[in-house]
């Protein structure tokens, strides 16, 4: 091993160290820890995210990736040694331009602002929440500020801290390519919305056995309950302490079949990922996974895989026989069709396949003019509600169903939605290299869903962020990001499924 | 404030927020995290160890803490700052000797080594705990010599961790006044068993109504749902993160209605001493309290109000109509003898109120012979069924009911048990001063609970571990630590329950 690069390793085990115990803080606020618990543990968040600031920025580290950057010694570094050196600095750019005790201020602060902001969204209270969203994007604007060269964008650098090279630059064609091709075909779709019966969809499915159901199928797609939990939020969200300790939730609702299925084959496609990464790399930085490749495994799962009548053809039995009368009347061609039907609506997390990148492009649109400096927090709500009319055709009647349902901005996280397009996107990409390589059609009607996350493990989830996005996909596919896959798919699909 | 008092607050803080992430990280993995995370979890909680350990040991703090000791400097700091120095003093006291390396692998080595004990405990097996053990005992063993002066015995120090004062030289008095005491009176009771008819305990009872039950009975002591959260474990436990998040487990038994029930209560009674913290003592190293002083507030509420019948009078009638026909049959004063009734028995934690202590004596005299050289970890089964065959009559049949009971020594836990003891004792002899004072049984068949709540909230609670269990005993009774309200409180019960 590179003389050098061994001496980063104590730093990297620290890091790691203090990861695990925020991500931890971080998973038991949300899904655990008492009401009142909220503003004396962010204290300590705060103080910790501070003491973790440090382990990365501070001489030594930035004098020994420095050297370790030089021509000569990146030459002996393995792929992995290289890109952990990069994120290293990667991290030091982000971090070391923004004051300790601000950014102490700042982890103090986001500890609190989701509890805010999910009582602001219980109460439907957009007024009790926007100060929190000003002073988080306030927050978000200064740190990029301090390390913007000239010319650069905001926005561009909050979008590559989620998924390198796909700036606004890629996303604007991108998104308009997709509006272009997407909204006739929904608009078709929608016209023959009669053809496809959901209302078996909405009856009543004791909450204990869409549990068992939804256990069932996290380890049926090939979720490790020895290296995992299934835990209940509001929201259904992945995070992972190491390969080892991966966690995800899900939310429950007596009356609608469709969203707890949906959101545990969603999150366990993000936990396979992360119980996927290579032992190597578990632990260091290079185990953060950029979120476009991220989000592709979690959208994999979920449509490729889980809306596809050959994954529920040996499944759909058990289904039936589990609620017993409730579903004896619904066949499988009726289920599939159910689980596919296309319709605008407002909320983003329970959009079907067709329309949900209109609900990904709306705040990208939103995120742009709020790092273009183009509008204010007080005119969000509007702006929401207006491109949910113009997209899609809707109209929220309360902020709850409009700004108010997505969480990741009262984290802070600005510039992650395009994942989720980017990452459905890919997903289909990965797919039709996979059939290429597989049965895949095959594979799951037998029920060897091994063989799919063996392929995927090897091709994508053991190199976690060694690689990023397009690298992967070029070294995997031979070929760059291309989203024609995705509209090829969506095309053949709904045209099929709704017989055009 | 002191000028030099006041530069230790950011220490201060520091060391409260790596003991949240410490605390957290503990209490996910009794609770919580997957079956495999152990090892990589453990290295973190290593690294996290290592840092914290730096907080207090270093020049800077002992310098700081030196000049405050001084008797001109220690005149100015009020009670609960004089605390705290003193609080970190023993901190740096008993960590400076070890060396940090050796420290991180002893914390990383507690991480794990639960896991072990909780696995040979399922299977009976003591040979695969007995290394762990060992090893455990061999790092307690080095760690305290490093510090201990000339003529000072290494099980003092132990016991002095968990409740200064109480050593040997006052324990073996202790325990040989208890036993004079009660044996007699148990042999007594034991003549007169069939007396009491406690079979009911054993029926059915479903587990969903005994949670409700549970957790009813812990928010009418007083327990605050919005600072707490009760969970599931094998064996119910108390953590705390700080005073607006404490944190209790309990274990459902579907054939047996008690253990849930007395559980509860005796978690509840700890959990209330740890929400009663002032506020400017939390997130201090005053807040860790004495383990005396908060088991006497576990067992307070477990024994001197959870088995009273003033307490059952009008709960018990609830508790009827919770589980229609199953205690239909069964009066309140039956139920009353039934949680009284004494047995020698095997579990610890499942004791009688008047046996209990005999269970903690079997331990001390092993604790004391461990750390006196005077046996192998090999010879400690037998010896401890030959300890439960005299003092209680009883022989464990294999070790998961004798010496795998138990999870403290895993915890490298030594020195704790006597505070079981200690707390019963302190808890009768508060129980007779708060008579004095309140018209307590009148209270609790009003159910009145909050008014005994706020009493202890004033006198003890709101201290933490300002004071020592004497002197706070001092403070609020008069009295020095008594055991006889200890003794003669059982000699009255138990004569006027059995009629003896």
Redesign the interface.
């Known amino acids: 091993m590179n003389r050098l690069y061994q001496k980063l390793l104590p730093y990297i085990?620290?890091n790691?160290?203090?990861d695990?115990?925020l991500t931890?803080?971080s998973w038991?606020t949300e899904t655990?820890?008492?009401?009142?618990?909220?503003?004396?543990?962010a204290?300590?968040?705060g103080?910790?995210s501070e003491?973790a600031y440090h382990v990365f920025v501070n001489d030594e580290v930035i004098s020994l990736v420095e050297q370790l950057s030089t021509e000569k010694e990146i030459k002996t570094l393995s792929d992995t040694e290289r890109s952990i050196v990069r994120h290293i600095k990667r991290t030091y750019d982000r971090l070391s331009h923004i004051p300790p005790e601000e950014y102490r201020e700042y982890a103090e602060f986001c500890a609190t602002a989701q509890q805010i902001y999910c009582h602001a969204k219980q109460t439907g209270n957009f007024s009790e929440y926007a100060p929190v969203l000003e002073k988080m994007i306030a927050y978000t604007k200064r740190f990029t500020a301090y390390r913007a060269k000239k010319g650069e964008k905001i926005y561009d650098l909050l979008l590559e801290e989620y998924e390198p090279g796909f700036t606004i630059k890629v996303l604007d064609p991108f998104f308009a390519h997709l509006k272009e091709e997407l909204v006739p075909l929904i608009r078709k779709v929608c016209r023959h919305n009669d053809k496809i019966d959901k209302s078996y969809n909405y009856r009543s499915f004791p909450i204990g056995k869409q549990k068992k159901l939804c256990n069932f199928l996290a380890g049926y797609i090939g979720f490790d309950?020895?290296?995992?939990?299934i835990?209940e939020t509001e929201h259904p969200f992945t995070t992972g302490?190491?390969?080892?300790?991966v966690r995800i939730t899900n939310h429950y609702y007596k009356n609608n079949l469709e969203s707890a299925i949906f959101s545990v084959i969603h999150e366990g496609g993000h936990a396979i990922y992360e119980m996927g990464i290579a032992d190597t790399l578990?632990?260091t930085p290079a185990a953060m996974i950029t979120m476009g490749m991220h989000e592709s495994q979690s959208r994999f799962y979920e449509n490729l895989i889980g809306r596809s009548e050959a994954f529920w053809a040996p499944v759909y039995p058990k289904l039936q026989k589990m609620f017993g009368t409730t579903l004896s009347d619904v066949s499988l061609d009726q289920f599939i069709h159910g689980i596919n039907k296309a319709e605008p609506s407002l909320i983003r997390t329970e959009a079907d396949e067709l329309t949900y990148s209109l609900h990904v492009m709306i705040r990208y649109e939103l995120e742009k003019m709020i790092f273009n400096d183009e509008c204010e927090v007080s005119e969000l709500p509007k702006l929401w509600n207006q491109k949910y009319e113009e997209y899609l055709g809707v109209t929220p009647q309360n902020d709850t169903e409009g700004i108010l349902q997505d969480i990741h901005w009262a984290m802070g996280s600005f510039g992650y939605f395009p994942s989720y397009a980017l990452g459905t996107a890919i997903a289909s990409q990965i797919y039709a290299f996979m059939e290429k390589k597989l049965p895949v059609e095959d594979l799951l009607r037998q029920g060897k869903l091994s063989e799919i996350r063996e392929f995927l493990r090897e091709h994508v989830h053991q190199y976690g962020s060694v690689y990023d996005a397009n690298t992967l996909l070029v070294r995997m596919t031979g070929e760059e990001f291309n989203p024609d896959y995705y509209i090829d798919y969506l095309k053949e699909k709904y045209t099929r499924l709704y017989q055009l």
């Not at 309950?225 to 939990?229: D, M, P, Q």
């Open positions: 085990e620290k790691s160290a203090y695990t115990a931890l803080l038991d655990l820890a008492p009401p009142d618990a909220g503003a004396l543990t204290k300590a968040v103080i910790l003491e309950f020895n290296r995992g939990v835990s302490l190491h390969n080892h300790d578990t632990q």
